[in-house]
């Protein structure tokens, strides 16, 4: 199927910035769209971006200014996140997501990475 990898967690300072990279492989002709949501303990997910195969992007509130998503240009299947200006309330589980259309015909997949841990100390 398809795979999603995530890099670049770690612990951060407040003020400090963090990048994420998430790179998809498996059976896939296209990726429609690709981004990033976070969890924290307690609370629901939620989005930070994604991105479109056209490129167009959609922001959480909570991250607008700070945070950038960008993605390689050739084949388009990795794409980072630039954390800037990281606050405590950022600390959370990152998840890459990536809705994709399978090899072989028109059907569409939804996948999602094991996640990767950015805590923010204050």
């Known amino acids: 199927q398809v795979q999603l990898v995530e890099s670049g967690g770690g612990l951060v300072q407040a003020g400090g910035s963090r990048r994420l990279s998430c790179t998809a492989s498996?059976?896939?002709?296209?990726?429609?769209?690709m981004g990033w949501y976070r969890q924290a303990p307690g609370k629901q997910r939620e989005l930070v971006v994604t991105?479109?195969?056209?490129?167009?992007?959609?922001y959480g509130d909570s991250v607008k200014g700070r945070f950038i998503i960008s993605r390689t240009n050739a084949k388009k299947n990795t794409v980072f996140l630039e954390m800037n200006s990281l606050k405590p309330e950022d600390t959370a589980s990152y998840y890459c997501?990536?809705?994709?259309?399978?090899?072989?015909?028109?059907?569409?997949?939804?996948?999602w990475g094991q996640g990767t841990q950015v805590t923010v100390s204050s």
């Open positions: 991105m479109t195969g056209g490129g167009a992007t959609n």
């Open positions: 498996g059976s896939f002709d296209r990726i429609n769209e």
């Open positions: 997501y990536a809705e994709v259309t399978l090899s072989g015909g028109d059907s569409r997949g939804h996948f």
